[in-house]
């Protein structure tokens, strides 16, 4: 099972590394997005550095929202889902295959960028490193349970704007003790509760969001 | 359970019970309404303004029972593929948004008075709006696909993962311990409410329990109508 699972992962690896432009994709969105705070609060850095946090979490939220349109769409249009769904892999480990190399190609690269723009916004040196870990334990979370969104739509009418409606809020508790936890590091209170809440949210997710998804690809392909 | 899942059945049991159920409600509005907004006295502290809270706990209550009830039929819907079960659980979503969006406005109308502001961004109201985006990513997702089927089951299992916010909005008051007040009726060591408040209130929340019954036998009803009308149009159609 384990080596059919990899398979899987390598497979969705390969596929974004020969499209190429999807992870980029995101990326870009994503320090766009952040890049624009400035040009619309206005370049003060008390303002800047007391806003980071929040923004670069909402912009990271919305970038991992924006990639997930081809996380089941493309095997669905070509039919490979089907192939996947009929495999005797569970079709749950097939979906934490999946969302696994969705987040190797795009919550991994937000990571990266992440200090580069908490560079640009000016925020506090005690931040960094809970902003990171902090995005470590909540990007995950975000692929997990938005492949749950990702599987609802498919083969809907509007399927982009609606999954933005299904996701969105199920995002909120990540973004919560996200910012919360980067700015209890910066002001220099207790960070422990935050990331503790953030990891068992991630648990929660990893039990139960491929589970979910799974349910959803299977009357998806019907 | 099976023997009202014929459609048939139920129109015909729904038919006799519709007008019982709407004069229950009319009734209970009645009494409900006079003895919150004129036989009960106001508040020692919130003064004429306390009584927002006899539609807005009421409004709130039923928010929380419509999508455990919705997610409840979807699930049934989801399981035994029962068609009534899908069709009661469409038809409570509005119902239910409906709700949350009072007790949101009057929760707003109320707060501005009280809190001197019409909104924080505390727990119990976060996680109400979080609701509120539930119950209208469940509607659209419903009413998106061209299969009715497909977006009924696809919606039911949007509706059993966002049964997770249940318990959160339940519980937010305790756990942030921040602006909303936490239960006051119910919890340990019995209802913190005077009787002549009490009963007002426990009144109002049986209106709008009639109130959701009344409005989800119509909308049942006339959804197994169209459903009929579908069914025979596409006979007409594939003749």
Known sequence: MLSATLAVVRRDLRLAFRQGSDSLGAVMFFVLAVVLFPFGVGPGPDILARIAPGVIWVAA???????????????????????LVLSPLPLSVVVVAKVAAHWLTTGLPLLLAA????????????????????????????????????ALVLGARRGGVLMSLLVLPLYVPVLIFGVAAVDAAVSGMAVRPHLLLLAGFLAAALALAPWAAAAALRQAVA | MTRFANPNRFLRWSGRLLPWLAAATILLFGVGLYLALIASPPDYQQGESVRIMYVHVPAAWMALFCYVAMAGAAAVGLIWRHPLADIVAKASAPIGAAFTLLALVTGALWGKPMWGTWWVWDARLTSVLVLFFLYLGYIALNSAFDDPGRGARASAILALVGLVNVPIIKFSVDWWYTLHQPASVIRAGGPAIHPSMLWPLLLMAAAFTCYYLWVLAVRVRGEIVAHKIRALRLRQAYG
């Open chain 1, 61 to 83: 939220l919305l970038a991992a929202m924006l990639s997930l349109e081809r996380l089941f769409q493309t095997d669905y249009d070509d039919g490979s889902l089907e192939l």
């Open chain 1, 115 to 150: 200090p580069v723009l908490a560079v640009l916004l000016g925020l506090p040196a005690e931040g960094f490193a809970l902003l990171l870990a902090a995005l470590a334990l909540g990007t995950p979370s975000l692929s997990l349970v938005g492949a749950v969104g990702a």
